[in-house]
């Protein structure tokens, strides 16, 4: 079996991990802003979320075909939720998104968001808990998630909030990025272990290890 190392393309197969309850699969949509999707599904009752419905209803709806309880939207950029009408209408998921960008994604999108997620709030795949943190600074209201794995280390949602090489983009807004930066370092990097993975809403995937030693370079450069 080939090992997951996260590294997906537009177009090109799913990348699978199966950890002892749940199984995370990573597909990229979208040639232009190259969206990675995550479907988690609890390995002891098949119930899946899928965090980001980003684009592409052809290519995540094969991927849902056995059913789907809920869609977490991490922010509401447009970019991750072109796709929320179309699998929502397929599959009837409940959908949850971070409480201060839930009518934004509902004004994008025309669909309700069922569930407005809070700091410290738990979202259910089966028998495997999620707990959110809220990460304010790339829009006011996104959202990680965080699946601390009891047979192994810990996992990690980071939406658009945290990168390789540095936290999300604040578009020149100094106040935000000092918040994202502040809430990042205090509840990410203060909270969780080096060998915590971490899976971006584009692009490749990294741990807090490899990256814990540059937080003060991206504070200095201010992006």
């Known amino acids: 079996m080939v090992s997951?190392?996260?590294?997906?393309?537009?177009?090109?197969?799913?990348?699978?991990?199966e950890l002892a309850h749940l199984t995370i699969t990573k597909v990229a949509v979208d040639p232009q802003m190259s969206n990675n999707c995550y479907l988690?599904?609890?390995?002891?009752?098949?119930?899946?979320?899928?965090?980001?419905?980003?684009?592409?209803p052809d290519t995540l709806l094969p991927l849902v075909a056995d059913g789907l309880s809920m869609v977490v939207t991490t922010h509401q950029h447009w970019d991750h939720h072109r796709a929320l009408a179309a699998v929502v209408?397929?599959?009837g998921a409940e959908v949850a998104a971070g409480e201060p960008d839930a009518d934004a994604i509902t004004e994008q999108t025309g669909v309700t968001v069922d569930r407005r997620l809070t700091q410290g709030d738990t979202v259910s795949v089966g028998s495997c808990t999620l707990?959110?943190?809220?990460?304010?600074?790339?829009?006011?209201?996104?959202?990680?998630?965080?699946y601390d794995d009891?047979?192994?280390?810990a996992h990690l949602f980071t939406g658009d909030s945290l990168?390789?090489?540095?936290?999300?983009?604040?578009?020149?807004?100094?106040?935000?990025?000092?918040?994202?930066?502040?809430?990042?370092?205090?509840?990410?990097?203060?909270r969780l272990?080096?060998?915590?993975?971490?899976?971006?809403?584009?692009?490749?995937d990294s741990t807090l290890g490899v990256e814990r030693p540059h937080l003060g370079e991206w504070r200095q450069r201010g992006y």
């Open 89 to 91: 209408e397929a599959t």
């Open 131 to 146: 707990q959110v943190i809220a990460l304010a600074g790339h829009t006011p209201g996104s959202v990680a998630l965080l």
């Open 193 to 204: 272990p080096d060998d915590t993975w971490f899976y971006p809403g584009h692009g490749g």
């Open 40 to 56: 988690l599904t609890c390995r002891d009752t098949g119930e899946r979320v899928l965090v980001d419905a980003a684009a592409e």
């Open 163 to 190: 990168f390789p090489g540095g936290v999300g983009g604040t578009f020149g807004d100094d106040a935000a990025f000092a918040q994202l930066i502040d809430e990042v370092e205090t509840k990410v990097f203060g």
């Open 4 to 17: 997951y190392t996260g590294d997906v393309t537009v177009g090109g197969d799913a990348d699978t991990r």
């Open 150 to 153: 009891p047979d192994g280390h």
